[in-house]
C-alpha cells in the first residue's frame, strides 16, 4: 500500500532533519567516500549518456554527486542542478561548486527544478523517499520524452558494510531491535527485481539494471570508529555520545574482519544502478 501524503510529509521532514545534521560529518569523510563512490558517478554519467550541452537533474545530490562530475561533461552549454531537502547538504554543496560554471543547487525535492531535462541522474537516494514509484514517476516527468534516468541504489545490507557493519556494530552494542521493515532507508531497494518493478511501475521503457562493487576503504578501525560515529543519525549519536568508549571499541572490533594485508578496512560494496527511458 502506498504512503499517505501525511506520512510522505513525515518521511520528508525526518530526512531533512537527518541529512542537516550528519551534514558536517559527511562533509568531513567526503574525500574518503568520494575515492570509491566517484566511480558510481561515472558509471551514471557513462549509462545515461551525458554529453556536453545537456540539462541535468541529479536528485537528492547531497554534497554535490554526480552533479558535480556531470558538470564537467556538459560543459559551458550544458546545465546540471542538483536538488536536495537538506538546506546544509546544500550548502555546502555549493561551497564545493563555488567558481565553477553550469552548476547551481536548490533546496527540495523533484518540483525545485521542473521540466525539460534530457538526463536525470541521482546516487543512493530513492531507496529514502518512502514511496519510490511515486518518486520515479516525478522524475519521469522531470525528462523531456525520450530522455535517461540513470539511479544508484545500495544492495542488501550484508553485501553493503560501507554502510550497514557500523551501524549493525553499533546497534548490536545496544541490543538495539532492527527497524520495521518496509520503511524508507538504503536498503529499500536492494533486490533488482524490485528495483525494476518500481521503475516499471512508474511509465519507465527499456529499463537495464546493473550491479557494481564499489571499493570503499578506510585507513584503520579506529578510522572506521570516527567515520561511523561522525555520520550516525541523531537517535543513534545521542546513545553514542553517552558511550564513547564502548562505542569506539565495538567498531574497531567491528572493522577487524575486513583488515586488509596493509592494515586497511576494505569496505567493499555492492550497488544496483538502473537505466531507463522516460
Ligand atoms: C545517501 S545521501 C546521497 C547524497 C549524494 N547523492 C551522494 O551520493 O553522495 C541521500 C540524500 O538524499 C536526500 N533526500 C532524501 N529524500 C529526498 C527527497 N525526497 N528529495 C530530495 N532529496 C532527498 C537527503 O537529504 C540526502 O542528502
Redesign the pocket.
Known amino acids: 500500500m502506498s504512503p499517505t501524503t501525511e506520512e510522505l510529509e513525515r518521511i ?1 521532514a525526518e ?2 532533519a537527518v ?1 542537516d545534521a550528519v551534514s558536517d560529518g559527511w562533509a568531513r569523510w567526503r574525500a574518503d567516500f568520494e575515492r570509491a ?1 566517484s566511480a558510481v558517478s561515472d558509471i551514471l554519467i557513462r549509462k545515461a549518456g551525458v554529453r556536453s550541452g545537456d540539462s541535468v537533474l ?6 554535490g ?2 552533479a558535480l562530475t556531470a558538470a564537467e561533461v556538459v560543459g559551458a552549454t550544458g546545465r546540471v542542478v542538483g ?4 538546506p546544509a ?1 546544500i550548502d555546502i554543496a555549493g561551497s564545493l561548486a563555488a567558481g565553477r560554471d553550469g552548476v547551481e543547487f536548490a533546496v ?3 518540483e525545485a527544478a521542473p521540466g525539460g531535462h534530457d538526463v536525470v541522474l ?4 530513492l531507496s ?2 518512502g514511496d519510490p514509484t511515486a ?1 520515479l514517476c516525478d522524475l519521469r516527468t522531470a525528462l523531456r520524452p525520450g530522455g535517461v534516468l540513470t539511479a544508484a541504489v545500495w544492495g542488501p545490507a550484508p553485501s553493503v558494510p560501507m554502510i550497514a557493519l557500523g551501524f549493525g556494530a553499533v546497534s548490536e552494542h545496544f541490543t538495539l531491535d532492527p527497524p520495521p521493515p518496509g520503511g524508507p532507508g538504503p536498503f529499500a531497494l536492494a533486490e533488482a527485481a524490485r528495483l525494476r518493478e518500481v521503475t516499471a511501475a512508474a511509465g519507465f521503457r527499456d529499463i537495464e539494471v546493473t550491479q557494481h562493487d564499489v571499493g570503499f576503504t578506510l585507513d584503520s578501525p579506529n578510522a572506521f570508529a570516527r567515520f561511523t560515529v561522525d555520520v550516525l543519525p541523531p537517535w543513534l549519536r545521542r546513545l553514542a555520545d553517552g558511550d564513547p568508549e564502548g562505542v569506539r571499541k565495538a567498531l574497531e572490533r567491528a572493522a577487524e574482519a575486513h583488515l586488509t594485508p596493509a592494515g586497511e578496512v576494505d569496505l567493499t560494496s555492492t550497488c544496483l544502478c538502473v537505466r531507463a527511458v522516460a
Open positions: 520528508r530526512q531533512t541529512w563512490a541529479d536528485f537528492g545530490t547531497g554534497l554527486e554526480p536538488v536536495d531537502l537538506s547538504m527540495g525535492g523533484v541521482s546516487r543512493w537516494v529514502l523517499t518518486t
